[in-house]
């Protein structure tokens, strides 16, 4: 487990976790993935889970389905595997239940969703919508249970699809607070921070969701010895570097792009921000919380939970000059702020103990 790299996208670090909290239960554990391989590799696996990676084809959109479906059967049928997790995102879910619904085996599936569902039909053309609500509707039944990452997740999904109620379990994400605290003490910090700065960390993929335009707009209105520090990468670099410039505050701004251990430089920063327009879960702020770092958060969906659960700081979304005012004030906070609270709340979801949730989801006879 020493050498494990840190998976930057927070769904590969959540499926890691819970592949190991299945694996210290006993069971044998298979990841299978079919994109973002390099997220998942013999670095990041802990050891004794196997890991699949199965091909979608030389069709990179609606084509790829038949050859994903018919590749995760038979990946499916190579084992006797009686229980299924699948999480992450609404695509990897619909592909599981699709399978499940095509398969004349009747294997016991539980989907985990960590986005809701409000969000991801949003995003989506008329024509998505509709084919995403029809196979949504079709296939979920069948499931044995679905898990939501927070209650916001679950009740959106509640909201926009028929599905008994009985089946709905709410589980949050997994947290290995020891890891985490081992890699931000036992690695290195890519920032040196002056005595006179005050350095705030954002850590989130660099994409319209996360919002740092807004932090962008807030640093004007905050004193000159605020910075902020934008861990990850992402399409938006870009257009938040010109941003910078324009605004005056490319001084202000450190782009770090994605860290294989961003936790020994978020260690030094003096809090941690998310103002993303949505969040499922918000790992993050757990993350930061469990290396004894402040998170400061707008309440959207379940980031709002994790906020009130771990003691961080709630922004509301207001006038910018506000939102600056507030987030001085949660700054002011910050030498007193203890981890106490997150640590007896994050000591309920380490990977063994959610594992040991989701298998009660399962018939004793399955299990």
């Known amino acids: 487990m020493a050498n494990r790299t840190h998976p930057v996208y927070g769904s590969a670090r959540v499926t890691l976790d819970l592949a190991q909290g299945f694996h210290e239960q006993g069971l044998d554990v298979r990841v299978i993935t079919y994109e973002g391989v390099a997220e998942l590799n013999k670095n990041t696996l802990p050891e004794g889970v196997d890991h699949t990676h ?195 505050v490319a001084d202000r701004v450190h782009f770090l792009g994605h860290l294989p251990n961003p936790w020994p430089t978020v260690r030094q920063c003096a809090a941690s921000i998310l103002v993303s327009q949505y969040e499922g879960y918000g790992l993050v702020a757990a993350e930061s919380a469990a290396i004894g770092v402040m998170p400061i958060g707008v309440p959207v969906g379940g980031l709002a939970e994790v906020l009130e659960a771990v003691g961080g700081i709630q922004l509301i979304q207001s006038s910018i000059p506000r939102m600056a005012d507030d987030i001085m004030h949660a700054l002011g906070q910050t030498s007193s702020w203890t981890p106490t609270r997150a640590l007896d709340w994050l000591q309920s979801y380490a990977p063994d103990a959610v594992a040991h949730r989701y298998l009660d989801l399962v018939p004793d006879e399955t299990a």
Not at 240 to 246: G, K, N, P, S, V
């Open 54 to 248: 199965i091909g979608t084809g030389p069709d990179d959109g609606i084509g790829r389905w038949p050859n994903l479906i018919r590749n995760l059967t038979r990946s499916l049928g190579k084992t006797d595997t009686e229980a299924v997790y699948v999480g992450v995102l609404t695509q990897a879910n619909l592909l599981l239940a699709i399978t499940n619904f095509a398969s004349r085996r009747r294997r016991t599936t539980i989907l985990t969703e960590h986005n809701t569902l409000s969000d991801t039909l949003r995003q989506s053309s008329q024509r998505r919508r509709i084919v995403l609500r029809t196979l949504i509707s079709l296939t979920y039944p069948r499931t044995r249970s679905i898990v939501s990452v927070s209650t916001a997740v679950m009740r959106d999904i509640r909201r926009n699809m028929a599905h008994p109620t009985a089946r709905h379990a709410v589980v949050f994400n997994p947290i290995d607070t020891a890891a985490l605290q081992r890699r931000a003490l036992h690695g290195e910090s890519v920032l040196q921070i002056p005595h006179d700065v005050t350095m705030v960390a954002c850590i989130a993929e660099l994409k319209p969701a996360k919002n740092q335009t807004l932090l962008l707009r807030l640093l004007p209105h905050l004193p000159r010895y605020v910075h902020f520090a934008l861990i990850g990468g992402g399409r938006d670099e870009g257009t938040l570097r010109e941003l910078a410039d324009q605004i005056g």
